[in-house]
């Protein structure tokens, strides 16, 4: 069983930065995925980045560059940067992990999500 955590959300201007932190507590053997999925009200959830074991990354959307993705294995951590927030980045923010070959999957289907930390973002 895998417990996932986030944390690190709050309200900030436009322009301003936060980290996102997602403690993962548990049976971490064998890790492929983990990443970072965003839903905003009455939206679908969109994908923003994901690090692979062996610490790849892929970003979706035109997002690298302002925000990134990051990984402790040793504190089993993995965070998100994210720089020069608008206010379309008002959001509740998910982290993900699944085991495995999980490269081909969205972000919002890995197997082991956390509760989400709200990000709001003013003009």
């Known amino acids: 069983q895998v417990l996932v955590v986030e944390s690190g959300g709050d309200s900030v201007q436009a322009g301003g930065s936060l980290r996102l932190s997602c403690a993962v507590v548990?049976?971490?053997?064998?890790?492929?995925?983990a990443g970072w999925f965003r839903q905003a009200p009455g939206k679908e959830s969109e994908d923003i980045a994901a690090?692979?074991?062996?610490?790849?990354?892929t970003y979706y959307g035109d997002v690298e560059g302002r925000l990134t993705i990051s990984q402790d294995n040793v504190k089993n951590m993995v965070y998100l940067q994210m720089n020069d927030l608008t206010p379309e980045d008002t959001a509740i923010y998910y982290c993900a992990v699944d085991f495995g070959s999980c490269r081909w999957l969205r972000l919002s289907a890995y197997k082991y999500r956390g509760q989400g930390t709200q990000v709001t973002v003013s003009p």
């Open positions: 690090i692979y074991n062996g610490g790849s990354t």
């Open positions: 548990g049976n971490t053997d064998n890790i492929g995925c």
